[in-house]
Nanobody
Framework: QVQVVESGGGLVQPGGSLRLSCVAS????????MGWHRQAPGKQRELVAV???????NYADSVKGRFTISRENGKTTVYLQMNSLKPEDTAVYYC??????????WGQGTQVIVSS
């Protein structure tokens, strides 16, 4: 049974930083990709950043240069370092662990609020 658990959300002032963590347990270490998505109130869930098993990364244009996704070697653990946070980054952030079409798992989400 695969479990995906996020942590690290919270309240931060504009311009501040947060680091989100995600652990996917119960699956093989040879994962295809892990990623972070977010959903703001009244909006659709959107991709924030993704990293493949080979280390390739991709980011939403809105976070390029501010957010960095990384993964622990050989582990299904990923991080999202978020710098220069803006109020529009406020959302619930979800971690996704993807081994294939029938092995696609999501966490419960962690709330990030950027406000003064």
């Amino acid at each position: 049974q695969v479990q995906v658990v996020e942590s690290g959300g919270g309240l931060v002032q504009p311009g501040g930083s947060l680091r989100l963590s995600c652990v996917a347990s119960g699956g093989a270490s040879s994962i295809y990709s892990m990623g972070w998505h977010r959903q703001a109130p009244g909006k659709q869930r959107e991709l924030v950043a993704v990293i493949t098993g080979g280390g390739r990364t991709n980011y939403a244009d809105s976070v390029k240069g501010r957010f960095t996704i990384s993964r622990e070697n050989g582990k299904t653990t990923v991080y999202l370092q978020m710098n220069s946070l803006k109020p529009e980054d406020t959302a619930v952030y979800y971690c996704n662990a993807y081994w294939g079409p029938k092995s696609d798992y999501w966490g419960q989400g962690t709330q990030v609020i950027v406000s003064s």
